[in-house]
């Protein structure tokens, strides 16, 4: 069982990374919320997150190419973002907090790529590997409410380097893999690459449309918690809505291949839509906390059943040679450049109006947004020779 190279350490490895993921993020702009910082500045040290994810992920991935080893370049990651984490707990200066959470889920979203090819390389298959990773971040973010309130905002930075400090071990106790070199692989430009996409109207209309889509459903994530103890609710509870919304993705994950073979990708993305305006709308009238957490079904429809078709869209309406370039493009845009916005957006109306009232018209402008996605999905057309339907 604990052989090195066992499915244990695997397991192990997988369900850590996003154990000390979940502890360190999810309630994240509750803990800044409780150091003084104002809602403008919760969105702006939040936004870090992905600003340094756009150059962690890149250049992880060219240093496990440069050195063959995706191993040793994710145990460095990790130990440094264990460091990274434990500097952010002890700061309070809106620059180092800013700095320092940028680095921590820098570091997380860089060992990403490497984790999961680390797993695809173990004699057990990807999916029994991955399942401890959403489970565990389930976990994380129930526990992790639970610290908070009784015993302390702080533990849960010290939980957060045990789990990381596991993830080391785990990956050391793997196999380490080569990089697949790809032989007779086309080059191309940025001016070829640039020249497709933006003549590629299908490829525009999307990223438009993801971009609309992904910016209210990311800042979402940061000013739910931020919600929930506007209405009342305790930090606790925040932590049981991301554990169920967490936990019901799962289904949904597993049953996605099987749902898109009979469900044209044009119309989940309409379905998702819908689903998030009315989730939004719902958001919008301040209703009792609880009443929040029993909707978490609406993650799993609505949030992962966009991003899980957005890949197969653009995998279908993009030449295959652009297609992992075309993909980072638009999360870059949806993920990083719209998610940063709908942040700022958010804090300053927060800032400037206060109380419930700023939260129905923070989530009003999310409804309104997705509204006009939704529009322009009922517009959007998929090449009918690729159409999944």
Known sequence: MFKKGSYFYYAMANGMFYYSWGTFACIISVYLAGVGCSATEISLITSAAPLFAMVSQPVCGMLADKFKSPKIVGIICMILCAISGMLFAYSHHFLFLFLFNGLTQGFLNGTTALSDRLATGAPYPFGTIRMWGSILYAIACQVAGLVYDYVSPLANYYIFAVAVLLTVLGFYQMHDVQPVEKENVEKFTLKQLFSSLLKNKSFVMFVFIYILFQGPTSANGVYMPLLIKELGGTTAMV???????????????????????????????????????????????????????????????????????????????????????????????AKGLSALIFQMISGSIIDHIQGQQAYFVVYGVYAISIGVALLLAFRFQMPKRKENV
């Open 239 to 333: 932590g049981t809505t991301l554990l169920l919304s967490t936990m019901f993705e799962l289904p949904t994950v597993l049953l996605s291949d099987r749902i898109m073979k009979y469900v044209s990708y044009k119309q989940l993305m309409i379905f998702s839509s819908i689903l998030s305006i009315v989730r939004f709308a719902w958001y919008a009238t301040c209703p009792d906390p609880s009443m929040i957490m029993y909707m978490f079904f609406f993650q799993g429809l609505t949030s992962i059943v966009f991003i899980l078709v957005a890949v197969k869209i653009i995998i279908d309406i993009v030449d295959e040679r652009f297609v992992n370039s075309a993909y980072g493009l638009s999360s870059m845009l």
